[in-house]
């Protein structure tokens, strides 16, 4: 019987085994292929572990201006429009958690069903819109696109927060003779700060992996996220320099990966609490 | 009140203009749109290609949204099962999860290359082919290829959420269904899977909204080819905007999108309701 015990455990051991190999396989070797010289991405014989290691691919990688431009471009949109979003978002988010009507219902409703219409019927009109504001293929256009997209999520994610915060010290500041701006700007703000600073993040990232409003908006090689330059080396050009385009893709997920290192959970929290509410 | 008029302008109305723009015959150059009724759809249900594609988009939202959650449950199951290791074990199955979806496809690109991929060279090693395999121009294998890359995308986000339901289900229940007799299995059937129902029902839900408009992911690995065999809703609609200018038509191609995904989701939330009511 204990016998049988310890072997049903090596097999469960082994099956998890294979699937950690699945998952994360893929990106160890991204990032084996990132420090092999080029001559041996393409040998026969592949090791995980590179013969040879070599900065050259990062080097490579760095030195292009288009990388690097890019890369710039991501930070700054992704840095403004998450800024953006914070602002719009928290007004609504404090008013939300304050009161309990049946608006608060609607929203929350609205964010769930939110997530069933395709991104087409958003950049279809949106683009019709930047298009007559002439912001197609500027920066501006895009990051009013991200705050529209993030918007939903960032508002639920914040008056979580703000719920956490006992309404009981703001009674006591309107006692003491604060306005409302005053309370949600001296009581509030420094209390949801870590809620800001997570929601923040979330939005920051978000934008910062976003592939397809890139895509359809930015036209201008000088002014394309790092998500969009990496996915225009394809075919053959793609396949001879892939020592670079691997460096490049580290480079373009180290942000994303450190985030989510520090959200996973108030992501996952944030996910149940909106959608399995019973 | 007034601090939701911006988010109402920001994220309701651009919807709304794009639900209506469906029934437009809006292209790129007209002066403005106009109302021309169900004129898309009528045109829809003689268009070889919107059939071809949202077959694809059911056989690959059906085919991704089931893996997950079958390996996702046998994935929580280990994780939860104290084996060793478990606290790297949980994080490294993240992985997939903070890359960048773009860079997903870059990787995987990679894996499944003709030549210098992991996947010819293992099996070939291995002697099961002769003739290297290019998986993603292959008229048979090309879709089946992108379902893997796209179960190995939503594998963690399901793992961990399903887990997260686990973890809420009392040690207590299982132990006196243990000393009832039942065995592992009927501890698994009758004790965990249905406490587990409302979690499975809300992580599938969303993974098949998600899964049926997803872009990003297989529009860097194959751009929809070959000659259309994993050319999804979305690539679809999105060649028909920001190709052919066909504005209108794209966005009835998104209205009808959200009324498969809505009717699909309303069928088998009330089928799940009405079997555990029964």
Known sequence: MKRNKTTARAVMFAILVVYIVFLAFPLVWLVSTSFKPAVEIFTRQATIFPRRLTLENYRDALGEEQILRSVGNSFKVSTLSALATLGIAMPGAYVLARRQTSVNKLVAGWILTSQIFPTILIIVPLFLLLGRASLVNTHLGLIGVYVVWSLPFVLWMLQGYVRGVPVELEEAA??????????????????????????????????????????VLLKDPDLMTIQVHLARFRGIEGLARWGPLAAGSIIATIPSLIVFAFLQRGLVSGLLSGSVKQ | MPSLVPIMLLSVLPLARGIYLGFTDYTLGAEGPHFNFMGNHLYMLSDYQFWESFRIGAAWTLAVTTGEIVLGLGLALLLNAGLPLQGLARVL??????????????????????????????????????????????????????????????????????????????????????????????????????????????????????????????????????????????????????????????????????????????????????????
Request: aromatic share 14%; net charge neutral; glycine share 10%.
């Open chain 2, 93 to 278: 199955i993240l992985v997939p999860w903070a890359m960048p979806p773009v860079i997903k496809g870059l990787v995987w690109r990679l894996v499944y290359h003709p030549d210098a991929g992991l996947l010819n060279r293992a099996l070939t090693s291995l002697g099961l082919t002769r003739q290297p395999i290019n998986w993603l121009s292959d008229f048979a294998w090309a879709l089946p290829a992108v379902i893997i890359v796209g179960i190995w995308t939503g594998l963690p986000l399901t793992t961990v959420v399903l887990l997260g339901g686990l973890q809420t289900i009392p040690v207590e229940l299982k132990e006196a269904a243990a000393l009832d007799g039942a065995s592992l299995w009927q501890q698994f059937r009758y004790v965990t899977l249905p406490l587990l129902i409302p979690v499975l029902v809300a992580i599938s839900s969303l993974q098949f909204m998600w899964n049926f408009n997803s872009f990003g992911l297989v529009y860097v690995l194959t751009e929809g080819g070959p000659a259309g065999r994993t050319r999804l809703p979305m690539l679809f609609a999105y060649e028909e905007a920001f190709r052919y200018g066909n504005f209108g038509y794209a966005a009835a191609l998104g209205n009808v999108m959200v009324m498969v995904v809505g009717i699909a989701l309303l069928y088998y939330v009330r089928s799940q309701y009405l079997s555990t009511k029964g």
């Open chain 1, 174 to 215: 309107a006692v003491d003779g604060a306005n409302n701006l005053q309370i949600v700007s001296h009581i509030v703000a420094p209390l949801v700060l870590p809620g800001l600073v997570a929601t923040g993040l979330y939005a920051f990232i978000n934008a910062w992996n976003e592939f397809f409003f890139g895509l």
